[in-house]
């Protein structure tokens, strides 16, 4: 009965704060701004939740753009919930991956908790997350430990369907730039060394192998450079790969056998080949179905259900995925869109900064609070939580894959 009138007490408290959220939340998709660049939403993000007192820090991971939200715990020992809240753009799109909406949902759930909730219950931070459409973010935080000894750490994000469990592959990104020599490719043919071969050669390889690939990994590339004319041999020429896995272990493997097709290729076609690796990997999500079923619960109190059964969906990569190996994390879908409109399209910008947008910002601010009311107040639930993320390091080496699916993201 008290976890039920508190939960009724936050969703109040977002009720009441809407204006201000949908303001701010159509501020960020007035104005989108790329990976890193994001100086105006961040700043105005921090600014809503420092005017709801909270202590912030900006430019925090050496990120001018990441900012930490917090409202201590009154009390060693006491839990802590946090909340990421993303807001870059992407690149002639927009806010067409609903960042907008993830920034202020996760701000508003963070919000109320403090307006309902004193620091005898714990800790609650809210943390801006910059450049998760490219950059890594996440990434950089979690290696300056920004998601360590939190008990919940938690966002949502709008989709074209409703799912609390949602899954992501590690990820790497590999460039080849092949180099060869330049000649006339019909009258001195003979002189010349062609880079595009080697980087054809380098396709050719690595679909010969995605056959002996395991279940969950995936390579897929494209060609950005492969000559200026029919008539001139390609003295440059260059490739660019994303490999995909399941585990971190998995990943390193497929890394370097993906490598070596393009060493061998560059071999069999008498040209060099130079190898570039974004030192930014994303890890695979560790999923925790325990923190998850919390948020599902609270979800259904609102109204809103999973398709039963889920059909199953492609895997993508997010750099959450790393966040998610520090901490219990969750990042749950909630149904913004028909299923036939993708993330990444006009149509998902213009349902973003719409009606479809405000109401899953709300419901994400809702379910995202009354979920860390779960952690704060509900012992036993914060101890299975706890549990579950302890029993998921097995995926995190190398072991089982995780038996959900999630919506691509980069």
């Not at 508190?6 to 009441?16: G, L, P, Q, R, T």
């Not at 501020?27 to 600014?47: D, G, T």
């Not at 690149?91 to 909406?101: K, R």
């Not at 690939?213 to 260059?238: C, D, F, Q, R, Y």
Request: glycine share 10%; charged share 20%; net charge positive.
């Amino acid at each position: 009965m008290e976890l039920d009138r508190i939960k009724s007490a936050v969703a109040v408290s977002i009720d009441v704060a809407v204006p201000s959220l949908w303001s701010l939340s159509l501020e960020l998709h007035r104005h989108p701004e790329l990976a890193f660049q994001e100086k105006r939403a961040s700043a105005a993000v921090a600014r809503f939740l420092e005017e709801r007192g909270f202590s912030v820090e900006m430019g925090v991971a050496d990120l001018p753009t990441a900012f930490r939200a917090k409202r201590p715990a009154k009390g060693a020992g006491k839990p802590v919930v946090s909340f990421m809240a993303e807001y870059d753009a992407l690149p002639g799109l927009g806010h067409a991956c609903g960042h907008n909406v993830i920034a202020m949902a996760s701000a508003g759930a963070g919000a109320a908790l403090v307006s309902v909730l004193g620091p005898e219950a714990g800790g609650v931070q809210v943390l801006g997350t910059p450049a998760e459409e490219g950059g890594g973010g996440k990434v950089i935080m979690a290696k300056k430990g920004f998601f360590r000894k939190i008990d919940a750490n938690m966002m949502m994000h709008p989709s074209g369907e409703t799912r609390a469990m949602v899954n992501f592959l590690a990820l790497a990104e590999l460039r080849f730039r092949f180099h060869g020599k330049a000649s006339h490719a019909s009258a001195a043919h003979e002189k010349g060394i062609n880079a595009l071969d080697g980087v054809l050669a380098t396709f050719s390889a690595i679909s010969a192998l995605r056959q002996h690939l395991p279940p969950g990994a995936k390579v897929h590339g494209v060609i950005t450079e492969g000559g200026e004319a029919p008539n001139i041999i390609p003295e440059k020429a260059s490739a660019w790969f994303y490999v995909r896995s399941e585990t971190a272990k998995g990943l390193d493997d497929i890394v370097q056998r993906v490598i070596n097709c393009a060493r061998g290729a560059a071999r069999a076609t008498g040209t060099r080949v130079r190898v570039e690796k974004n030192p930014i990997t994303y890890a695979p999500m560790r999923v925790n179905g325990e923190l998850a079923s919390l948020f599902r619960k609270n979800l259904e109190s609102l109204g809103v259900f999973e398709l039963d059964p889920l059909p199953p969906l492609a895997m993508g990569s997010s750099d959450v995925g790393n966040a998610s190996q520090n901490a219990p994390t969750i990042h749950p879908e909630i149904q913004m869109v028909s299923p036939d409109i993708s993330a990444h399209t006009q149509a998902f910008a213009r349902a973003a900064g719409g009606v479809a947008g405000k109401k899953t910002l709300i419901l994400g601010a809702k379910a995202l609070a009354m979920t860390g009311v779960d952690i704060f107040l509900d012992k036993k639930a914060r101890d299975r939580v706890k549990e579950a993320f302890r029993n998921e390091k097995l995926r995190v080496e190398g072991g089982r894959p995780a038996s959900s699916t999630g919506t691509a993201k980069k």
